[in-house]
């Protein structure tokens, strides 16, 4: 439906109501402005327990309180196996298991503030680890499980992983390879499936040791800052980047899974996220469970047709996907909804990427219901800007500012010493800028791992930058324009060129390697790669493989590029610097901007 929105120059804005009018279920929030107005993340806090013995522990919010009491029996977690088997997990059984893990760990010796990595698939293992770690006051770093051995790597090192749990076929595929480049690693713990009973040496058996373990723990008092997760991602340059949140990061999940997600006790909650990243850990794991409802774990991949069915059979109330999920939905057509009947569904929500107003739109055809866009980032901890229930759905816009964020559009600009940076706040309406949120928030990362320049360098001016370009309207929706830096985002994932070229630069045959994120109607980019042989090699199809099955074998399928090009030599600032940014309009067939710097070939 169009509407005229006052205030806009342009007049018309289209705009679709953001809930289903006449059901039920009436939003957490009704009226944006007013609850705003009147939130503080001191209130918020109300609506959490705190630990007995003092302090805050995300393992406690998440579970414990809600085993203890009338929610005990409630399903926590229904997992769907990929062959079809399903299995409930209730508070009180995930009480259960996660205090099993945590005297693991304490067994082992794996102590308050070591981080404990996590490579497996979507299986309950994970989860439990998770909440178990927590309640150790050991840091949580999930991985993703199709990173390739190099990736995996790069991470384990940085954050000294103390303890791993993962799967025998992970371990023997990807861990052992690199084994000997972790020292610190103590600790393997693998969950088999059933029927996966060969032992593997140097390993420890999951299911043995929480068998053994007591089902009983008291979590010590845990400091609201003390660090909690590990999350990596990734920049243009140098190794990934670990952002560190601390436990108090539950009152964002918290409060935004209530406020923007608009979970209700009753819900039927499913992120399809995968745990590997920060949304997966955020609002697959954290958020659902601190608010107590059912949230589905689905182990398969994408595939639209199981998706529909499990809405279905599920009858999940509140959805939470991705873009390029959306996209290949919209591909596949409606023929796979016909005759679905979905009551059930009352609120769609999408992150990770630009969301296109088509995909809010088919959201209405499809289902009845648009897909709410939100913003955030791995750094933010928690959704920052969203489309509200309460409010009007701009298709194209990421939505407002969360209750307790101020986020501003700001212009940058370096001094001579380029030290420090100066920021403005842009005032006007529909002008871009970068967007910024002011610190403090809850979920705000804390550091990142061993890095504390780089940490400093995303704040000036009393703000946080984060590094993405949007603009504001008179009413105040956030729209996003695109990336500061040249990092690339694929099927929803942040990939470092840094790392792929680095990687691509091991090939014997490789002199130079420059990597940009190519347009794609589903993917929104894809891994694309430049590359200069060195003398004695010429290009050819079959050298092309050879780079690219390197690039595979070490990265992974996510990681690794998609195309790769040969070029005489590649741009280079006279600094000699690979220039990205001259590829990518060179690919495009865009306006090469200023060459100043282009060194002369
Ligand atoms: P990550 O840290 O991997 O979660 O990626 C965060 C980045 O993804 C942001 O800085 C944005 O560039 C992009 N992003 C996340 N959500 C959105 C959204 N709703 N619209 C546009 N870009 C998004």
Known sequence: MLETVSGTATAAVETIPGYPAGHAVRPNISDYAAFRSGFSWDSARRELDGLPAGGLNIAHETV????????????ALRWLGKNGSIQDISYARLREGSNRFANVLRQLGVGAGERVYILTGRIPALYIAALGTWKNRSVVCTLFSAFGPEPIRARMALGDARALVTTPMLYQRKILPILSQLPGLRHVLLAREPGEDESVAGTLDLAQLLGEASEQFSIAPTDPEEAALLHFT????????????VHQAVLTHHATGKLVLDLHPEDIFWCTA?????????????????????????????????????????????????????RMMMKTGLAPLAGRKLPALRYLASVGEPLNPEAVRWGVTAFGLPFHDNWWQTETGGIMIANFPALDVRPGSMGMPVPGIEAAIVRTSKACDSVDVSVAIVEEPGVEGELALRPGWPSMFREYLNEPERYAKCFAGGWYLTGDLARRDADGYFWFVGRKDDVIKTSGHLIGPFEVESVLMEHPAVAEAGVIGKPDPVALEVVKAFVALRSGYAPSDALKKDIMAHARKRLGAVVAPKEIDFQQSLPKTRSGKIMRRLLKARELGLPEGDVSTLESM
């Open 64 to 75: 414990d309180r809600h085993a203890a009491g009338a929610r005990a029996n409630r399903v």
């Open 234 to 245: 990734s920049g243009t340059t140098g190794t990934p980047k670990g952002a560190v949140h």
């Open 274 to 326: 995968d745990p590997g990243w920060v949304t997966g850990t955020s609002y697959g794991i954290i958020a659902p469970l601190s608010n107590g409802v059912t949230s589905i774990v689905d182990e398969a991949d994408f595939d639209a047709e199981r998706w529909y069915r499990i809405l279905e059979e599920h009858k999940v109330s509140v959805w939470y996907t991705a873009p390029t999920a959306i």
